[in-house]
C-alpha cells in the first residue's frame, strides 16, 4: 500500500514561470490537503480539496495559485507566475473520509525553488 | 490568542533524561489530538495519537491528554540523539460540518550525547 506520493521532489523555476505540484493520495483516501512550509517556519495550511471540490481554501493567496483535485488523477497545486518568496516546501497529505479523527499521512514533499 | 500553542524552544536535553513537550489548545470541544515529529528537511511523521484524558504510552513515548485544563503533553524517556527533531502538536476541530487539523508551531527538541 503506497503512501502519499509528491511529485517532483525537486522544482526549480524561473521568475515568472509557472510551477506544477502533484499529489497521489493514499489508496482508499479520498481527501487531501496542501500545506507550505517556509525554511525554519512552521506548515501553514493552503487548501482542503475532496475529489472534484475544493472545501476550504482559507490559506490559498488569492492571487497565482489554485488547486485541484480531479475525479481521476492526482491533486495538482498550480503556481503561476512564481516569484522568490514562493520558494517553499511544499506538503501534501490525505485522509479517508472522517480520517481527521486518526490524523494524516504527509507525502514527502515538493522542494520549490524559484531562481 | 493562538488555538495550538507550543513553546517553539530550542528545548535542550541530556541523552538519557526525560524530554517533556507541551501543547495548550483553544477549542474546548477538540475532540482528537496528535503528535507529529519532523526531521529537518522532511516531512511530519505521526507519531502519537490521543482522544481521551490520560496516559498513553508506545514505547519511548508516552501521550497525556488532558481536557480540562486544554493541555496534551509528549513525554520521550531514555531520550536518544535521533530524537532530536521539531515535535508538532495539532489537533481536531469540527468547523462548518467539516473536521480541521490545527497545528502548534513547533518545538525544536535538541538532545545532547
Redesign the interface.
Known amino acids: 500500500n503506497a503512501g502519499v506520493m509528491q511529485n517532483p521532489r525537486h522544482l526549480v523555476r524561473r521568475r515568472g514561470q509557472e510551477a506544477r505540484l502533484r499529489c497521489s493520495p493514499m489508496k482508499g483516501h479520498s481527501h487531501v490537503y496542501w500545506y507550505r512550509q517556509l525554511p525554519e517556519e512552521g506548515l501553514k495550511f493552503m487548501v482542503y480539496l475532496q475529489k472534484e471540490n475544493i472545501i476550504d481554501e482559507s490559506g490559498m493567496p488569492k492571487e497565482r495559485f489554485s488547486a485541484e483535485f480531479p475525479k481521476e488523477g492526482p491533486s495538482i497545486l498550480r503556481i503561476q507566475q512564481v516569484v522568490r518568496g514562493d520558494s517553499a516546501a511544499y506538503f501534501c497529505a490525505s485522509s479517508p473520509p472522517r480520517g481527521l479523527v486518526y490524523g494524516y499521512t504527509f507525502g514527502s514533499g515538493t522542494r520549490l525553488t524559484v531562481v | 490568542q493562538k488555538e495550538v500553542e507550543q513553546n517553539s524552544g530550542p528545548l535542550s536535553v541530556p541523552e538519557g533524561a526525560i524530554a517533556s513537550l507541551n501543547c495548550t489548545y483553544s477549542d474546548r470541544v477538540s475532540?482528537?489530538f496528535?503528535w507529529?515529529r519532523q526531521y529537518s528537511g522532511?516531512?511530519?511523521?505521526?507519531i502519537m495519537?490521543i482522544?481521551s484524558n490520560g496516559d498513553k504510552e508506545d514505547g519511548r513515548f508516552t501521550a497525556q491528554l488532558n481536557k480540562a485544563s486544554q493541555y496534551v503533553s509528549l513525554l520521550i524517556r531514555d531520550s536518544q540523539p535521533s530524537d532530536s527533531a521539531t515535535y508538532?502538536c495539532?489537533v481536531?476541530n469540527l468547523r462548518d460540518s467539516?473536521?480541521?487539523?490545527i497545528?502548534?508551531?513547533?518545538t525544536k527538541l535538541i538532545i545532547k550525547p
Open positions: 475532540q482528537s496528535f507529529y522532511k516531512s511530519p511523521e505521526l495519537s482522544y508538532l495539532a481536531t467539516n473536521y480541521q487539523l497545528w502548534g508551531a513547533g
